[in-house]
């Protein structure tokens, strides 16, 4: 039996599992990918990633992998281009090198691994008490611990299987995307291309290399069928409006695409239990902040679990936990809804961008609430969104 079994070993998992390996815990993670790996994502690191990241000690080792980026340059179809400079370092970095670096330093740290897929959750007398998982010889076993952390990602099977999810709300779109060569010049600026529903974005990993996603609604996605490459760039062409287009860029490697982009949850916290990074709930990519909540939710997990191998009740341990993450993300849901009503309406979004360009302190401030630096209502209320679109 382990004190602690992860299932997943993206950041979220990786990083809870550092942290606690560090002070001395017993962990196992449980994953069902052979790294390195692809993950589908925009692979930008906002100003709270990097942050973290710090923190936990792996940012040298991400810098050299990584670019620096200055900012975001977005671009509402029909408005002119709206440039919004980071205020703290932010970065990109390709999802393979990040989250080998950050599993690596999980297992330097005394973390075991386990190559196998979670299958099921082992509930004893109404507490969850470890995981089925399903290993490359076909078999599957029971892995006991004292405490479960469910870092599967979006569509977590662990969150499904404590009864934890919830209902599709229907707005989720699909991403399509991998990296390019061919752009042309990029300058180390998040290029955001939105309008009618749809986006692409183009983030620059290094002088030649270009991580796009091209996020669409579903229905149009069905009408690709018979050539994806060639609805990705005509999509993409009409959203770069005259700026970029997939004329000439070569994509490197496999093209990748997920969808729906929805994963809601009820709870974040069953007796035995916490949910981390998208298992506990998936913010619409736009915004880039899942790499963020994904490692600050792993540091208050470690931190709720450590309390309760300290000794505290488990209960309001994990509770503090429940009601701190609840709470964050419902603001950063709220905010991110607004900010999406840039991709839905042209007239709004062609309005925030004329806006921003004379309020340069609004985007900063914009900026500040999704790369996680101050908390959403203090930095960007829903009264300062209302003033950017009304
Ligand atoms: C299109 C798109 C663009 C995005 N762009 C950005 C961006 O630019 N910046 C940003 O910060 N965020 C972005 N995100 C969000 C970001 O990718 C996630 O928030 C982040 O990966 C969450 O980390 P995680 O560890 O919770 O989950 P994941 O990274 O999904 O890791 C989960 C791990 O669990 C493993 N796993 C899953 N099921 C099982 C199982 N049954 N058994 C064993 N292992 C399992 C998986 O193999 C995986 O390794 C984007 C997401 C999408 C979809």
């Not at 190559?115 to 507490?127: H, P, S, W």
């Not at 994990?318 to 419902?330: I, N, P, Q």
């Not at 309406?345 to 360009?357: E, F, I, S, V």
Request: aromatic share 6%.
């Amino acid at each position: 039996m382990n004190d602690v079994i992860v299932a997943g070993g993206g950041p979220a998992g990786s990083a809870a599992a550092l942290l606690l390996a560090r002070a001395g815990v017993d962990v196992r993670i449980v994953e069902r990918a052979r790294f390195p790996r692809r993950k589908v994502c925009g692979e930008y690191l906002n100003g709270g990633a990097v942050a973290a990241l710090a923190r936990l000690g792996v940012l040298d080792a991400v810098r050299k992998r990584a670019a620096p980026l200055q900012g975001v340059r977005l671009v509402a179809s029909g408005a002119p281009p709206v440039v919004l400079p980071f205020s703290e370092p932010a970065l990109a970095c390709a999802r393979e090198d990040l989250d080998g670096i950050l599993l690596d330093a999980a297992l330097a740290a005394g973390a075991t691994l386990e190559r196998a897929r979670v299958e099921d959750v082992i509930v004893t007398g109404g507490r969850c008490t470890g995981l089925a998982v399903r290993g490359d010889d076909g078999a599957l076993v029971p892995r006991a611990a004292r405490v479960v952390l469910g870092a599967d990602g979006a569509g977590s099977l662990v969150a499904r299987k404590l009864g934890l999810t919830r209902g599709s709300a229907g707005r989720g779109r699909y991403a399509i995307g991998g990296h390019y060569t061919g752009f042309g010049t990029m300058d180390g600026y998040v290029e955001m291309y939105a309008g009618g529903g749809a986006y692409f974005a183009l983030n620059p990993l290094n002088a030649e290399r270009a991580n796009v996603m091209v996020v669409v609604p579903r229905t149009r996605l069905a009408r690709w069928a018979a050539d994806v490459d060639a609805g990705v760039g005509g999509a993409a062409a009409a959203l770069g409006d005259g700026v970029r287009s997939f004329a000439a860029a070569t994509r490197l490697g496999q093209r990748v695409s997920i969808g729906p982009l929805e994963h809601r949850v009820r709870r974040t916290a069953v007796d035995g239990a916490l949910l981390i990074g998208d298992a506990a709930g998936f913010l619409d990519p736009f915004t880039g902040q899942g790499v963020f909540l994904a490692l600050t939710g792993a540091e208050h997990a470690a931190a709720a679990v450590l309390a309760v191998f300290g000794g505290a009740p488990e209960r309001a341990a994990f509770g503090a936990y429940a009601r701190w993450r609840e709470v964050d993300f419902e603001r950063r849901t709220r905010l991110a809804r607004g900010v999406s009503l840039l991709i839905e309406a042209p007239p709004l979004a062609r309005r925030a961008a004329l806006r921003l360009a004379r309020r340069p302190d609004l985007g900063a401030r914009l900026i500040d609430a999704l790369a996680g630096a101050v908390p959403p209502p203090r930095a960007f209320g829903i009264a300062l969104l209302g003033r950017l679109l009304a």
